[in-house]
């Protein structure tokens, strides 16, 4: 499970960290769970530095069997609509308690770039 908090720059190392995760292990089940600047990544026209979309990146990994979950406590917050974020989004009520379930009940290594 990566968990993604920060924003865009760590969004970017998250997504390169697992694409060599399954470069070494493809049939590694990883969830990626995002919540306050770490959502920002999955919404609709977000880009990297080099203005490569994140969707496509996302969608890329998706294909590899990656889920992408995004809490919905932080678009609370933040006053965002699940209709703003990529059809590849998953939405979970919490972020960080959804961090917390997948290491004790699904048994999930946590790892934060």
Do not use: W
């Not at 499970?1 to 590694?28: C, D, F, K, W």
């Not at 977000?46 to 995004?70: I, M, S």
């Amino acid at each position: 499970m990566y968990h993604l908090s920060e924003g865009l720059a760590q969004a970017t190392s998250g997504l390169r960290n697992i694409n060599n995760h399954l470069e070494v292990n493809p049939n590694a089940k990883i969830v990626v769970v995002s919540h306050a600047l770490g959502v920002d990544f999955m919404m609709k026209g977000a880009k990297d530095v080099n203005g490569n979309k994140y969707e496509d990146l996302v969608e890329q990994l998706v294909q590899r069997g990656v889920q992408f979950d995004v809490c919905e406590i932080t678009l609370r917050n933040r006053k965002l609509a699940r209709d703003q974020f990529i059809s590849y989004s998953t939405f979970v009520p919490s972020g960080v308690a959804e961090i917390t379930r997948l290491q004790q009940k699904d048994g999930f290594a946590y790892l934060k770039p």
